[in-house]
């Protein structure tokens, strides 16, 4: 299970140390830094498939996304209130991104190439990457070490060993040193962070995917656009856990049962609502009746992964459906690590009214943006977890 989450200087998040539970739910007013927040998992999880530089730079690249306040962080003047005018820059570019596990932990150190750099002078590139073991990065627990182009691993004998001395800068070495035999520990932190799983305003429109028939095969995961919906659905049902996936649907829809309409190989979802003479197909369905089934095949997955990390997922949902959802929720947490980004009080207060029930390991974590910087409310520097970034 992750512990901790750290950013540093990507967006408003200028330095931010967050803790997370089994169930974590981070909230705040808009624009207090939840999508940067969401967006920073997202970005660490793109690097265990060589991803993060690309994404980085179709935000538009380290001078768009680095911290653009001060370099001390933001502050105010004693008397006046007025924050405090940034100055001119003596410290290298800096985008950091790291987790501490239980057993294993990763950062990476993202800064802008050395010129000449050519045509592509404003793509990031990675300046230092670290693996360490335990919950806590620091020196002696290290496993993996990379310096610029150089990456070291400790062999069998606790010593370091020279993997390679030509890793491209824009290559991380969690995709291009992960051998099972050599380093094994990189091959595991990179299997952990491409098992986490992420959904993000999955679409309901007439023209969405979870609408229209497609061919159907066993689907222990729902994909990313929800276009397998059914599939996945009918995967719940016979492999699943069906007793709650009926018991999900008549909560929010008393009376109600889904039908998976299977055709030539063609799966279409429908459902069957009390006092109607015939199921309403895809196409018929609310926005919000298609969003909540998502989410229950989504939460429900017979494949729970190491994270599962839920951007809104209150949106285009009615209120009544707030509280259902708020329990498939924290049920999820039971199987898996869930983070959780939103800004609807309803479903938060359901969200913690249900963990008072279950007892569960949950935070609810409240963002908040002082002159520019996004912090979390309550939260003292001695509070914070430790945390030590690699030097350059």
Same mark, same amino acid.
């Given at each position: ?50 991803? +993060?530089? %690309? ?10 996304? $680095? #911290? !653009? &306040? @001060? ?45 000449? +750099?050519? %045509? ?10 670290? $693996? #360490? !073991? &335990? @919950? ?45 035999? +050599? ?63 009926? +018991? ?145």
């Amino acid at each position: 299970m992750i512990r901790t989450l750290a950013v540093e200087n990507y967006r408003s998040l200028r330095q931010l140390y967050l803790p997370l539970a089994r169930l974590t739910v981070v909230t705040g007013a808009n624009g207090s830094g939840k999508s940067s927040l969401y967006r920073s998992l997202r970005l660490l999880s793109d690097a265990a498939r060589n991803g +993060a530089v %690309a994404a980085l730079a179709r935000e538009g690249g380290l001078p768009s996304t $680095v #911290w !653009a &306040g @001060p370099e001390g962080g933001s502050r105010f003047k004693a008397k006046s209130n007025r924050p405090v005018q940034g100055t001119t820059r003596t410290s290298p570019v800096a985008l950091r991104l790291g987790f501490a596990g239980d057993d294993l932990g990763f950062a990476m150190d993202l800064g802008l190439p050395t010129p000449p +750099a050519g %045509a592509f002078a404003f793509d990031p590139v990675i300046k230092r990457e670290w $693996v #360490w !073991a &335990g @919950p806590v990065p620091r020196p002696a627990a290290l496993l993996a070490d990379r310096h610029n182009n150089v990456v070291r691993v400790r062999g069998d004998t606790g010593r370091w060993e020279v993997a390679t001395q030509d890793l491209r800068t824009f290559d991380s070495m969690l995709t291009e040193l992960a051998d099972p035999r +050599a380093a094994p520990e990189l091959l595991a932190v990179r299997e952990q962070m491409r098992s986490w799983r992420f959904y993000d305003h999955l679409r309901t429109d007439a023209q969405a995917p979870a609408r229209a028939s497609h061919i159907g095969t066993r689907t222990m995961v729902l994909g990313s656009d929800g276009g397998d919906l059914a599939a996945a659905l009918q995967t719940i049902r016979e492999v699943g856990d069906d007793e709650a996936l009926q +018991a999900a649907v008549d909560q929010a829809f008393p009376g109600s049962a889904i039908e998976i309409d299977v055709l030539g190989g063609h799966f279409e979802l429908c459902m069957r609502q009390h006092g109607l003479l015939r199921p309403l197909r895809s196409a018929e369905l609310s926005d919000g009746t298609v969003r909540y089934l998502l989410w229950i095949a989504a939460l429900l997955t017979p494949r729970p992964p190491e994270l599962l990390v839920l951007n809104e997922p209150e949106t285009s949902l009615h209120q009544e459906l707030l509280r259902p959802l708020a329990g498939l929720i924290v049920d999820a947490a039971l199987r898996c690590q869930v983070v959780v980004v939103s800004h609807s009080s309803v479903l938060i207060e359901a969200i913690r009214d249900r963990i008072a029930e279950r007892g569960s390991d949950a935070a609810i974590v409240e963002l908040i943006k002082e002159a520019g910087q996004t912090r979390v409310l309550g939260q003292r520097v001695l509070e914070e977890p430790f945390w030590s970034w690699p030097s350059r």
